[in-house]
């Protein structure tokens, strides 16, 4: 069908994927070396994280826009 | 006596309708995470022990990630009407999913040694990561039934709801990982 | 219209009057108090009976009497005026309800509570160790290395100490005389202060006693050991009489 | 046979419920063989779980999906009279009757469990029922009451009339709808069933460690509860949805009866705080089951984390009692009154600045709890504020009643009572939100007079109030007036006598959940005894009054009270799609004195 655009929503897709893996590496390296006093660290990479997913997976936008019947 | 029709013919069809339930239960289940993540903190603060394989949860974090990203795509399939990579993308979501769980089971059988049920941390560990997996579990048995569903063909780019419902909670259950794998082995 | 308020008015004054000089000369609902800390909280309590009566008589007085002079004989044949709101009178009410909230808050509120705490941080003359168990109490002064089971006995005006905790499950600590209560948890040591202010003892006043006040099972009702306040001499002699027993 | 047809659905959830028994008995049994661990409650906990699905199959929740699933078209049996009242049904007028049926039932015999508590307590010393089953039936009386409390208004009578108020056809998911009924059963059926394991002494808050270590009966208590809970979220679930989703044209927030508004305040704490003291009960259930150590101090667990979870929902639970309660409360007062509702938007905020600060109050339950000592002021400062909005509601309501015209039947007769009742719960609270005078009175019978005017005095009041206000558009048909009048004059009489002779009795210290106390104690306890049995029997009239006007009242029309509110504008009882039009609205809820409004219609009162 329209496949540009389905390639470029996978492309969106795995560039949000790419970023939460990141935060996750970065969440894994700081959890590992850092050995105490770390929460705040946790807490700054966690709630970005979530709200790529919530954002971009989820697409809480809908929640706000018109209902379409 | 009468008979009638299963679905009323308004309501219950009206997709933002749906879409407004499944929020209202993911708030109400982010009330139950909340509690959670809060239950560890309260009792143990941020220690840690020093037994957790933290490769392991790497690995099963990147897992879980990883099927998101394919629910995501049998998502975006779905709505572009391509039943093969929907098909394709949700059995991956659920084949990364069971591995997500045996790396789970394989944790536990690890803590059993070093943090049993008996002491605060199993407690804590037992108990979030297990109720996590019984999400992720119910989670695969509805992605299951999706991929029944549509190899019945009853999803195409008009009417996907069952896919999007399944997915959105399939998302959600991973975010809930994303914060109960640096609480569980992460903070210190 | 306008003298519908002066009859409501004027009864809401004369019934706060006489509901206070009631309350004022009239009401001992609490039990005898026999330390410090049951005077702090006795006063906070009447303060807010008095504080709370106004409030009590100005609802009820325009409720019954609204009810009175609204009422039409069965159904109404004719609607109210159509009145939605009153900015003035919904300001004046969130207003004046927020100051009464602060100045409850700031005066019995916070003022009770350093009263309590400025008790607390004296060094105390007595301590006593209360440790809970299904269904009795063990205490131990633990200055002298005395125990006792069946009774607490502690002197007249000395400042007093008790650590609580509990052996199996959540009791609590509470002498109705002393207006003192703390619960009892186990793995956790809590505390709470007494300054006894009088002579007394179970036999004469039963608040005059250390009851349970959390359910703890089957014996928690009977869960309650008299206590006695001597004399310092009295106290000493008591003292010495125990330590011999052992 | 024929005639008891209506049983079936019933009977097949019965049958399902102990086939389901007995296959969860099997599994906890080879369960418990595998882990060698002959526990008990391992069985117990495998057996309900099953036996609940069992119930649901059989009664036919599951129904529709089910014959999907193997290929039947999805239609059953329903029947038309007071027989679908006992089936499965997902019309929410019927699930709102069966509901509100149920939870007066349960609330008559939570008030026998009250009576059976103060017979005992009539002597100082050992009575009826001795420590043993004093706890039981004290802790049955207090966890039945709250059910009801949480479920009767807004599981009831806002099933009936919300989507009615709204010119919705239905709720949202009339399924789930449904199912939130068919779940109370089973905990009812749970919770009578405790004294048969042993009972359970730990009150309806189960504090562990006490609730980890009593006997069986506690782990039925436990998963009562959960279940009821799960009844909870789906409700407040469904009603949320409903509201946002489903309101008829025109319908906009700002024209929403505040009854309706009261129940999305409500929903939102249901929906959200319940999750939290469902996952309290877990713990508990986990340690006991599981042999985990939540709340065992030995092995580094917490019995004050129970304590704030716990409370972290039950003190928004009171919210959820009492917003529906100030709902209908300023509802029926506007139509009374023929008065438009004073301060419609000043209530709509102050209900959901409620909501809000509900979930920061809940330490005030813990002050002499050992928690840590800067959580006093903070929490004292908030649960004094939240007074501040309670507080409107009176102003809205007696700016309502002024200058009005007064219509005192028996709801508006409830209405008066439960201002007045509530007037003195508000008050009472303050002694309790103030840490000084709350160290003397909290676990004190303060504290239950304090709460039984907020629940009974300002919620039980309203509910039935609300119940005669409800009553022609649920039957059709009217109650008898002079029995209504009866029942308020002397339920409103006994109640006040009751309770206030028991805050005196607190203040002087009666602890509360003993079965014997001081012998100077034993006058005012007689005396409360003796009102009880009177306030008991005020129910009496309410009873033959319900089922004789069902059966044989005068019609009443389609609005015999006149009211503006768009559920009485259809019929009465309303037809299965419950509007043969769909509605349009373009007026406000309340347009009483609007000039150019169309006079109510004229009825048989």
Known sequence: ?69 | MSTHSETNTHIGNSLSLKRIGLWVFILSETFLFGALISTRYYLQGVERPDHLNQPLGLVISIVLLMSSLAAYRGEVAVSYNDQKKFRINIISTIILASIFLVGVGWEWYEAFQYFPPSSAFGTIFFTMTGIHAFHVLTGMIALIIIVKMGSDGRFNSNSYWGVEGVVKYWHFVDVAWVFIYPTLYLVN | MKNNWTLPLFSWVLSTVILEILAITNLHTLPSSGSKQAVVIDEAFFLLIYICIPIFTLITVFLIYSVFKFRSKGRPDKDGPHVTNSRNLSYVWVIGSFILVAFVFVHPGVTGVLELRAEEKRVPDVVIQAEAQKWSWKIMYLKEGVYSRNEIVLPAYYNTKFYVTSKDVLHAFWIPAFRVKIDAVPGMTTHVNATPTKLGNFDEDVNYRLQCAELCGIGHAQMSIPVRVLSENDYKTWLKNQKSLR | MTQLKFLWPITRGLIGAIIGLLVGLGVGLSVSSLTGNPATEINISFSYVFALLGWLLGVGVWNSWIREWIGIKPSYFEAKNWQRYFGFSMDHKVIGVQYLVTFVILFLLGGFFALLMRIELADSGEGLLGPNYYNTIMSLHGIIMVAVAVAAIIGGLSNYVLPLMIGAEDVAFPRINALSFWIIPPVAILLILTPLFGGFDSGWTAYPPLSVTNADGQLLFLFAFLTFGLSSILGGLNFLTTTICLRAPGMTWGRLPIFVWSIVAASIISVTATQVVAFGLLMVILDRVAGMVFFDAGLGGKPLLYEHVFWFYSHPAVYIMILPAFGALLEMVSHFSRKPLFGYKLVVASFLSITALSFLVWAHHLFTSGMDEFLHIPFMAITELISVPTGVVFLSALGTIWRGKLWLVTPMLFVVGTVFNFLIGGLTGIFLADVATDIHLQDTYFVVAHFHYTMMGGEIFMLFGAIYYWFPKMTGRLYNETLGRLHFITMFLTYNALFITMFIVGTNGMNRRVWTYPENLQDGNILIGVFSLLLGLSFIPFVYNMVASWARGTVSGNNPWGATTLEWATDSPPPEENFAHPPKVDEGPYTYGQSGRKETQATPI
Request: hydrophobic share 55%; aromatic share 14%.
């Open chain 1, 1 to 69: 069908m329209d496949d540009k655009n389905i390639t470029r929503k996978f492309r969106h897709g795995l560039f949000v994927f790419i970023a939460l893996i990141i935060i996750e590496l970065a969440e894994y390296i700081i959890g590992v070396s850092v050995s105490s006093g770390n929460f705040i660290f946790m807490v700054l990479l966690a709630v970005p994280g979530s709200w790529l997913i919530v954002h971009y997976f989820m697409h809480i936008k809908e929640l706000w826009l018109p209902p379409e019947e």
